[in-house]
């Protein structure tokens, strides 16, 4: 065993205006057992300038061309240490005590791998006193990831999981960039427990121009890669999680139609409709049934913060110091 608990997996690519901000949410965490990895995709920008200046405070991993996101978050994984990665994209933050309810949520439940909870911003990063600290976290526990009865809002940001486990599926797809996130749990499906955090928010999402989520066409390509490999027998639980693999598309089909014809696009909006109807109607019969019976109680942890005031000071205090650097 390494003592490393967390392996915070930074990616990112032409990234200069944000990535400082992420590294030093990573390093800023007031948690011992931990280490920054970070792995710049051939950036044309100074995104690799800007990184050396963290000096041997991070493992920076430079790439020699660019390999695409999901192939550097891998080659990030490949050199982690840690019991869990944390994954974090180069325009990304993570809040001051992300490792602090990750670590309790750990020790409670050893779960697969979790969700954390992220905010979205656009422009200036929210600021964040000692004053914000929570004092409790509120969680809910599932025997594995399609027992899961909420929807909920993921990120490569958000997603906490055990070493392991991710390698035990052979990490993220090279093959698929847009729906990565739901390739990969779909993989990980029934491997285990795992957690969906409902508060604190541990993850502020920045929202800018170049978001891959604002390319609408791409993702709904996605979904036919998923329905592709799950056709082919890709993904595990075969024929006996059929039924709760197709409710899981079914909500993914139709959240991408809605944004689809949203957007304008009607074709394909309409042929997502046509291809996973069923599955729609199945996901909407699963929702239904939770409302009826009632959704899998929260739980809640208490959280000791006679700390907490110092854990954020440092924080702060540590950016600030980088950035004279």
Not at 194 to 218: E, F
């Amino acid at each position: 065993m390494s003592g490393v608990q967390f392996s915070i997996v930074v990616a990112c690519y032409n990234q200069e205006a944000f990535v400082r901000q992420a590294v030093e949410s990573a390093l800023g965490q007031q948690f011992p057992n931990k280490e920054v990895i970070v792995v710049d995709d051939c950036s044309r920008d100074r995104t690799a300038d800007v990184l050396r200046t963290f000096g041997d405070s991070i493992h920076l991993a430079v790439l020699p061309k660019n390999v695409g996101a999901v192939a550097a978050r891998n080659h990030g994984a490949a050199l982690a240490t840690g019991e869990y990665l944390v994954f974090l994209d180069g325009d990304d933050v993570l809040m001051p005590w992300a490792l602090e309810v990750y670590s309790r949520l750990i020790a409670a439940r050893h779960p697969r791998f979790l969700f954390g909870r992220c905010v979205l911003f656009r422009g200036e990063l929210p600021k964040r006193t000692p004053d914000d600290a929570p004092s409790e976290v509120q969680f809910v526990e599932y025997s594995h990831f399609f027992a899961k009865d909420r929807p909920c809002v993921f990120n490569t940001s958000t997603f906490v999981i055990e070493r392991s486990a991710f390698w035990s599926v052979a990490g993220w797809s090279p093959e698929i960039f847009y729906q990565d996130i739901q390739d990969l749990v779909t993989k990980l499906g029934v491997s285990g427990n795992i957690i969906l955090l409902l508060g604190p928010d541990t993850v502020w999402y920045r929202m800018h121009s170049t978001n891959a989520v604002t390319k609408v066409l791409p993702f709904v390509d996605g979904i036919y890669v998923l329905l592709g490999k799950a056709r082919a027998g890709a993904y595990p639980g075969g024929n006996e999680c059929w039924l709760e693999r197709s409710a899981w598309f079914g909500g993914l089909i139709f959240y991408w139609m809605k944004t689809s014809l949203r957007a304008g696009h009607y074709g394909p909006g309409f042929r997502l409709l046509v291809t996973g109807w069923w599955m729609i109607l199945l996901a909407i019969v699963r929702r239904g049934r939770a409302w009826l019976t009632g959704r899998k109680p929260a739980e809640t942890i208490s959280l000791e913060h006679d700390h907490a005031p110092e854990v954020l000071q440092g924080t702060y205090q540590t950016a600030r110091k980088i950035e004279r650097t």
